[in-house]
């Protein structure tokens, strides 16, 4: 699977008339797309950031879709956004988000640089110490780990069942996050942690 992420910043007071724009056009806009497998959408209405991830089932299909809709998207965003980021990214490892209802939803991200020369060490770390222990945490929902191999650069993305669950998270996930790097010191470093409410979520469906 391959994601492609937009991290968007505004003036908080235009999140809602942004998110307008994003719920009721981008989803419609990819979901016709070759290899299309699912959106989620995320908010920080304080501080007025925006992040979206679609899913692809191959990095083929990401680029041609991006290559399709990429000036209908700055076009159609342009006016009611200050800036906006895309990434393509690999989904190294993920569990599926549990049915039920988005909205009320919180998601927690983390942000990492690493030697490039590391990211097999990366991802097997998150398959045996991280992904399990955040799989346990109450309220858990569905984690995945997001990687550009080429740059050193990854996140971890958790979703929980709402953002009282989100707050309840933060201590036992920092122990998670505290065993992960222990087992790997001086190979990742966290550069940021951002905590989203979740605003609309298609469940991607898993790679063959």
């Known amino acids: 699977m391959f994601v492609r992420t937009m991290y968007i910043t505004t003036d908080p007071a ?5 998110l307008d724009v994003i719920v009721k056009a981008v989803p419609g806009m990819i979901a ?3 290899g299309f497998h699912g959106i989620g959408i995320f908010a920080d209405r304080t501080l ?3 992040l979206t991830g679609s899913w692809w089932e191959s990095e083929q299909a990401q680029m041609d879709s991006d290559a399709q ?3 209908r998207r700055i076009e159609m965003l342009a006016p009611v956004i200050s800036t906006i980021t895309t990434m393509s990214l690999e989904a190294v490892a993920y569990t599926r988000p549990t049915p039920g209802p988005a909205a009320g939803a919180g998601f927690r991200l983390q942000r990492m640089m690493f030697d490039p020369a590391q990211a097999d060490r990366i991802i097997s770390t998150f398959q045996e110490a991280g992904l399990p222990q955040l799989e346990a945490l109450d309220g858990f929902r569905g984690g995945s780990m997001l990687m550009d191999r080429a740059r050193g650069m990854a996140s ?3 979703i929980y069942r709402d953002m009282d669950a ?5 201590g ?3 122990a998670v996050r505290k065993a992960a790097f ?3 010191p001086g190979v990742a470093q966290l550069i940021a942690l951002e905590e989203m409410e979740v605003v609309e979520m298609d469940v991607p469906t898993p790679s063959a």
Not at 14 to 18: E, N, Q, R, S
């Open 32 to 34: 016709e797309q070759t």
């Open 156 to 158: 971890v993305g958790v």
């Open 166 to 170: 989100l707050a309840a998270s933060r």
């Open 182 to 184: 222990a087992r790997m």
């Open 172 to 174: 036992p996930q920092a």
């Open 14 to 18: 235009d999140v809602g008339p942004a």
């Open 69 to 71: 809709l990429r000036d």
């Open 48 to 50: 007025g950031k925006i």
